[in-house]
């Protein structure tokens, strides 16, 4: 079982509507859980850092986890041709340590 | 303020022959991380530095690979010799001193090291 868990996609929604990107994880020991954006050819950028159970909210984004689940999702809002990339679920289980990827789903809207 | 940077941005060598990748993280950034993303598969941990020490290893596949980070500045990736299934993506991520649950690695560009 892998550590992190994402639906490879694509996952292909129209311009304007919520896109809804979805983790799991095994470890119950993990503190932070982040999701990186990522364009083809780029680097992994820092979109929304959780560690409490609950949303947060950040402009068009919102992040949600459940600890007794072991689940963590990206909620995009008003979605933008621009949001097209892969997104990627990862966790941290302490402040300084490594950090877990899951394998990132592509997402793509459609204008 | 510069971000995390590496070099070369790509590297097309023959299997057996030696290749060293460099990053500079961000100034005065205790913690550096090489990741590692090969075709088709997630970014996986290599090792983390904090400061000169290597913090954690684990993520080394085999001892090919040899980093060093002198003087808690820049660090280097050796392969020695490289075999076709080291081709991927090689990231550099530095982090502050240890803070807070939230703090955050930033991410350099990135290495394509291709092996034919």
């Known amino acids: 079982q892998k550590e992190v868990e994402q639906n490879s996609g694509p996952l292909s929604v129209p311009e304007g509507a919520i896109a809804s990107l979805n983790c799991t994880y095994s470890?119950?020991?993990?503190?932070?859980f982040f999701w990186y954006r990522q364009y083809s050819g780029k680097s992994p950028e820092l979109i929304m850092f959780?560690?409490?159970?609950g949303d947060k909210e950040d402009g068009r984004f919102t992040a949600q986890l459940n600890k007794a689940s072991q689940y963590v999702s990206l909620l995009i809002r008003d979605s933008q041709p621009s949001d097209s990339a892969t997104y990627l679920c990862a966790v941290r289980y302490s402040s300084a340590s490594k950090i877990i990827f899951g394998s990132g789903t592509r997402l793509s809207i459609r204008p | 303020e510069a971000g995390v940077t590496q070099f070369p941005s790509h590297s097309v060598i023959e299997k057996g022959q030696t290749v060293t990748l460099r990053c500079d993280p961000i100034s005065g950034h205790d913690n550096l991380y090489w990741y590692r993303r090969v075709m088709g598969k997630e970014i996986k941990f290599l090792l983390h530095f904090v400061k000169e020490s290597k913090q954690d290893e684990s993520g080394m596949p085999n001892n090919r690979f040899l980093a060093e980070r002198t003087g808690g500045t820049y660090s280097t990736l050796k392969v020695q010799p490289a075999e076709l299934e080291d081709s991927g993506v090689y990231f550099c991520?530095?982090?502050?001193?240890?803070?807070?649950?939230?703090?955050?690695?930033?991410f350099g560009p990135g290495t394509r090291l291709t092996v034919t």
């Open positions: 991520a530095s982090s502050p001193r240890q803070g807070s649950p939230s703090y955050e690695q930033y």
């Open positions: 959780i560690y409490s159970n």
């Open positions: 470890d119950r020991g993990s503190q932070s």
